[in-house]
């Protein structure tokens, strides 16, 4: 009976075409179109070394200078971030086309990014730039009232952009905001899982479907039914979730070395996405469209608070109410993937682990007494 | 006398609305038991308590002399039901659908495979094998639902108004088929607001309204319990108040309904009726056209029973 249930589980998870687009197809677009749209920051050098930028001084912008000065002298004898000359049009221009100058600045009342050599050299002046446009307001506002914050002012900006640098060339761990994108895409896959289990539970809920009666007359018990339909669900998901993580790693994301690690999660991850579903599927006052709707807004809305879609919700969450990211599995999962890469240990990865069965368990039992509390008054 | 399934005194309340009142039935191993009523009768309510389904608020129930209960495994065994709804997979093919429900009853793998295969054949689905229920026009898909509810050969069978929404040719094969498995020994319980469906093949027939029985028995016995014995219809234009007063004299006549030129005319038993109609008619000189002799049916018995029509 359990292999009987278990096998024609199978089958329509297979065939369940919603379900495959939505955790395997929509992932999979959505992860190649973002490595796509983020360039080639894993094929170029991740070391950071010091950039040269010729400057066309069009105009002379005694900010702008000031800035470029701080960047280009090191702390403490470190490498220094810029180094910077200052040439006319023509020669910047040939010299980064040659290769001397990794970009051209062009200084007047507003700064503009001239030609860059690569892409991830492109990303650093460029936010040096934008940093300084956005800061040159409020820069205007700090002379007129109090000249002498100026400098304050600069060295804030010089910091911020320092930091960046350095956020953009950390080499072994991965910890770069796009990567975490790709996390975030794997929790989501894992957490769409709940709509075919959301349709199975529906099918299984005596209350919410003419096939829950059918099968509540059976001479087979429900919860053998339901405990086999999920192992269906499960393995099925989880196969998802392994080609998500190879697809990925096949395009070129850097998802770390750790790649095999990575599987329990996804397996858990699986479980609690699937869990959702069946939580959400057996209630029984909810409509079917009703229950799709929670479905999909509970799913996305904590792969958004994952940062799925910006990046700082997870962090701004983790200083203001931490609990929410203690019990958000998108965000369990891809702090398990960011702690797998980053740290020696694997404290918080089993912290997650554990953290995310017990969701799953929880949502699976609440589910049970519901569908055995079906045979009420309302079918 | 063995019972399939006895019901006594059921009582079940949605809220305020009171569904089944103090309902009781008896249905005998190997009969088909017709329950007649109108739609929101209580039907469905009374199936879906004998089978556990629901949750009743008083009463009774045994099946197969069991008591019945969400976990009488060995008493489901024995049940197959047939849904008002279509209730199927549509990721799964005919024979899959087929497959998995008698799966669920079955499950040496032989023996299944021979009754998928009846089941099939049974609702004339062999060319649809592969089809999935998408696929499948209203007439088929139904088969495909009887076949899911039969396929494990139960020994007592509820359908719930089974040819709803079913064109006139797949309905006859539907009853047809109904018949077959009575006469292959499976005591059948057949729900329907359809008097005529319930007339052809029931043997015994539990008329119900508003949640109560309100009469049962043979076609015939059901007849038998009204006055109304035989009405007759004719179009006779211009009768006067006189001339309905002396029919209403004639024998047996115990109503007379002229709406200028239909004249009904009911009467509570006798033979050669027509005849003596027509006499009086010819004796007056009264020209008539159109005579029509009527039995009545269950409508009639409902009708006298609870003042209105049993169609809605
Ligand atoms: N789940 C329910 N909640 C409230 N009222 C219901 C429910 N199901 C049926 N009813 C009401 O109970 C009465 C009997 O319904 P039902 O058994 O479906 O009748 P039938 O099958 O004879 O058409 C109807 O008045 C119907 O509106
Ligand atoms: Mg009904």
């Not at chain 1, 007047?108 to 990014?113: D, K, N």
């Not at chain 1, 000249?147 to 910890?175: K, M, W």
């Not at chain 1, 393995?235 to 690690?261: P, R, S």
Request: hydrophobic content about 45%; some cysteine; aromatic content about 10%.
């Amino acid at each position: 009976m359990f292999i009987h249930n278990f096998k024609y589980a199978f089958k329509q998870m297979i065939r369940n075409k919603a379900a495959i687009i939505w955790t395997l197809i929509f992932p999979l677009a959505l992860g190649s179109i973002m490595f796509l749209a983020f360039g080639n920051i894993y094929d170029s050098d991740h070391v950071f070394h010091t950039l040269n930028v010729a400057v066309v001084r069009d105009e002379e912008n005694i900010y702008f200078e000031y800035l470029l000065d701080e960047l280009s002298t090191g702390d403490d004898g470190s490498e220094t971030l810029l180094n910077v000359e200052f040439l006319d049009r023509e020669n910047a221009e040939k010299g980064t086309v040659n290769g001397d100058y990794d970009a051209v600045i062009y200084e007047g009342r507003e700064i503009t990014l001239g030609v860059t050599k690569s892409d991830i050299q492109q990303e650093i002046v460029r936010s040096i730039v934008e940093q300084y446009n956005k800061t040159v307001s409020m820069i205007g506002d700090v002379a007129k009232s109090n000249p002498a914050g100026i400098p304050a002012v600069i060295s804030t900006l010089s910091d911020s952009v320092r930091g960046y640098a350095s956020q953009e060339t950390t080499t072994d761990g991965n910890t770069d905001m796009y990567t975490n994108y790709f996390y975030a895409i794997i929790a989501m896959s894992c957490l769409f899982g709940a709509y075919a289990a959301c349709d199975f539970s529906e099918k299984l809920a005596l209350a919410a479907s003419e096939l829950g009666k059918r099968r509540s007359i059976a001479r087979c018990s429900k919860g053998l039914q339901a405990v086999s339909s999920f192992f269906a669900m499960w393995i099925v998901q989880l196969a998802v979730e392994i080609i998500t993580i190879f697809y990925l790693k096949a395009i070129g994301v850097n998802l770390g070395d750790k790649i095999l690690h990575m599987i329990p999660v996804v397996a858990a991850g699986a479980a609690v996405g699937i869990a959702l579903g069946t939580l959400i599927g057996s209630v029984p006052v909810l409509s079917q469209g009703q229950k799709a709707g929670i479905t999909t807004s509970v799913s996305l809305g904590l792969c958004v608070m994952a940062d799925l879609c910006a990046e700082g919700i997870k962090d701004m969450v983790e200083h203001t109410v931490p609990i929410l990211n203690r019990i958000n599995p998108a965000v369990l999962i891809s702090d398990s993937f960011y702690a797998l890469n980053v740290f020696d240990t694997y404290e918080r990865y089993f912290r997650n682990l554990i953290l995310l069965t017990v969701i799953a368990v929880v949502f699976l039992a609440v589910s049970y007494i519901i569908l055995r509390r079906d045979r009420g008054a309302s079918i | 006398m063995k019972y399939a399934v006895e019901v006594n005194n059921l009582v079940k309340r949605y809220k305020e609305l009171l569904a089944l009142d103090h309902f009781s039935l008896a249905i005998k191993e190997g009969e088909i038991f017709g329950l007649l009523g109108p739609n929101g009768s209580g039907k469905t309510t009374t199936i879906n308590c004998i089978l556990s389904l629901l949750n009743f608020d008083k009463g009774e129930i045994r099946v197969f002399g069991e008591e019945m209960s969400p976990s009488a495994y060995d008493i489901k065994k024995n049940i197959g039901v047939v849904f008002q709804n279509v209730a199927v997979f549509d990721e799964l093919t005919v024979y899959e659908n087929i497959d998995y429900f008698c799966g669920l009853y079955i499950s040496d793998k032989k023996l299944r495979r021979e009754y998928v295969e009846d089941a099939v054949r049974f609702v004339g689905l062999e060319d649809y094998r592969k089809f999935h229920p998408k696929k499948l026009s209203g007439g088929l898909l139904r088969r495909l639902n009887i076949a899911c509810g039969i396929a494990h050969k139960p020994k007592l069978i509820f359908f719930d108004e089974p040819t709803v929404a079913v064109d006139p040719q797949s309905r006859n094969r539907i009853l047809e088929g109904i018949q077959e498995l009575n006469r292959a020994g499976a005591t059948i319980v057949y729900t329907s607001h359809y008097m005529e469906e319930v007339e052809q093949i029931c043997d015994r027939i539990l008329i119900m309204d508003k949640g109560r029985s309100i009469a049962i028995g043979t076609n015939e016995e059901l007849k038998q319990m009204i006055k109304n014995k035989e009405k007759i219809t004719l179009e006779v234009p211009s009768l006067t108040k006189d001339n309905l007063a002396e029919i209403h004299q004639i024998k047996h006549v115990y109503d007379v309904e002229y709406d200028d030129p239909f004249l009904a005319i009911t009467f509570d038993g006798g033979t050669n009726n027509v005849v003596h109609i027509v006499n009086y008619l010819e004796e007056r000189r009264l020209v008539f056209s159109g005579v029509h002799s009527q039995l009545p049916t269950l409508n009639d018995v409902f009708l006298e029973i609870t003042g209105k029509e049993l169609r809605d």
